[in-house]
C-alpha cells in the first residue's frame, strides 16, 4: 500500500488533533488547520504532547515521530492545508450543516485523486457528503476518541463510494495500525454509537435510580464486561461461556433469564434537565480534581491492555472478536 504523500486534517479538536497525531506518528506527513486561533493553538501543544506520549508509551520509534513533528504543517488557511494532500479529514463537530458547507469547500480545492473522509460519529454518509459532486471519493473513517490509541475505525461508504475509495482508505488504516471494520450500511450512529449509547443509557438509569454511585458503576463496567467484551466481544463471549454447547447451549440455559432482563432495561429516549443536573454532578464530584491524572492512568490503561492483546494474539492471526 502507497501511503499518502500528505494527510489534511481539518478540524483541531480532540479528535482531529489524534488524528493528526497518528499520522505523525507513522512519519506522514501532515496538515492540520482550523478556524480558531485559539483551537490552533492548543492542537499544536496537544499534537505534539500527544504524538511524544505514544514513544514514552512504546507504540511509535521516536526517530520516526520526530520526523513527523518536523513535517507537521500548522497551516494558516484551508487551501494551504489541503494543497498536495492525497488524504482529507474532515474531523470537526458533529453539525450536518457545518460538514456540508466544509466539505463543499474542500471539494472545491482538493486534487482531483484525494481521498475525502469525515470524522462523524453518527451522521447519515448522505446527509454529510449532501453537497458533494464526486461522491466516488467519500467515505466516513469514524475512530474511537483517543483515535491515537484506540486501534477500530468504523468505515463507512456512501452508497456511492468506489470500491477503490474503500480499499484506499481501508489501506491507509491499516498502514496506520488501526483495525478499519467495514459497514454493510448505513445506521444512524453507525454500530459502535449505538452500542456505547444502549449500555450507557442503562448505566445512567442504574445512577439515577439510586442503585449504585457513578465510581462503582464504572469499576463494575471497566472490571467486568469491559474486560471480557476487549477479550472476546460479547457474541464470543456467551459462545465460549456455555463450554461444549456453545451458543445454544448458552441460550437454552440463560436466555429465559436474559429476557426478563431486557423487560426492565431503561427504555426512555431523552434525559430532563433535572436528571442531567443530577447525572452531570454525580460524575464531576466523583471525579473532581483528578480528570487530567485519570486522562493520563486511561491512556497507560489502554495501552497495557492492548499490548496484552496483541502479545496473546495467536501466531496464526486467526482470531476473532
Not at 28 to 57: K, Q
Not at 100 to 108: G, M, S
Request: glycine content about 8%.
Amino acid at each position: 500500500m502507497t501511503i499518502p504523500r500528505k494527510v489534511a486534517v481539518i478540524g483541531a479538536g480532540d479528535i482531529g488533533v489524534g488524528w493528526a497525531a497518528l499520522c505523525a506518528s507513522a512519519g506522514w506527513p501532515v496538515a492540520i488547520f482550523d478556524l480558531n486561533p485559539a483551537t490552533m493553538e492548543r492542537a499544536s501543544i496537544e499534537i505534539e504532547r500527544r504524538t511524544r506520549a505514544l514513544v514514552a508509551l512504546g507504540r511509535a520509534p521516536e526517530a520516526i515521530v520526530e520526523r513527523g513533528l518536523s513535517d507537521l504543517d500548522r497551516a494558516s488557511s484551508l487551501s494551504d492545508a489541503i494543497q498536495d494532500a492525497d488524504w482529507v479529514i474532515e474531523a470537526i463537530h458533529e453539525d450536518v450543516a457545518a460538514k456540508q458547507k466544509l466539505l463543499a469547500a474542500i471539494e472545491q480545492v482538493a486534487g482531483v485523486d484525494a481521498l475525502i473522509s469525515s470524522s462523524s460519529s453518527g451522521l447519515a454518509p448522505t446527509d454529510i457528503f449532501g453537497r458533494m459532486r464526486r461522491l466516488d471519493r467519500c467515505l466516513v473513517t469514524h475512530p474511537l476518541n483517543p483515535p491515537e490509541l484506540i486501534p477500530i475505525v468504523e468505515v463507512v461508504p456512501e452508497g456511492r463510494t468506489s470500491v477503490a475509495a474503500i480499499t484506499r482508505a481501508v489501506g491507509y488504516l491499516r498502514a496506520l495500525g488501526r483495525h478499519p471494520i467495514l459497514l454493510k450500511k448505513s445506521i444512524p450512529g453507525y454500530v459502535v454509537g449505538r452500542i456505547a449509547a444502549a449500555v450507557w443509557r442503562e448505566c445512567i438509569d442504574l445512577v439515577l435510580r439510586g442503585v449504585i454511585s457513578v465510581d462503582d458503576l464504572d469499576r463494575a463496567v471497566s472490571l467486568g464486561p469491559g474486560i471480557g467484551w476487549a477479550a472476546a466481544g460479547p457474541h464470543l463471549t456467551y459462545h465460549l461461556a456455555a463450554g461444549e454447547g456453545g451458543i445454544r447451549g448458552f441460550t437454552q440455559q440463560l436466555l429465559a433469564s436474559f429476557e426478563s432482563w431486557w423487560q426492565q432495561l431503561a427504555h426512555w429516549a431523552q434525559l430532563d434537565p433535572d436528571q442531567q443536573r443530577v447525572l452531570i454532578h454525580g460524575i464531576e464530584r466523583a471525579y473532581k480534581g483528578k480528570v487530567e491524572f485519570l486522562r493520563e492512568a486511561r491512556d497507560r490503561r489502554l495501552n497495557a491492555i492492548l499490548r496484552a492483546l496483541e502479545q496473546a494474539r495467536a501466531p496464526s492471526g486467526q482470531e476473532s472478536g
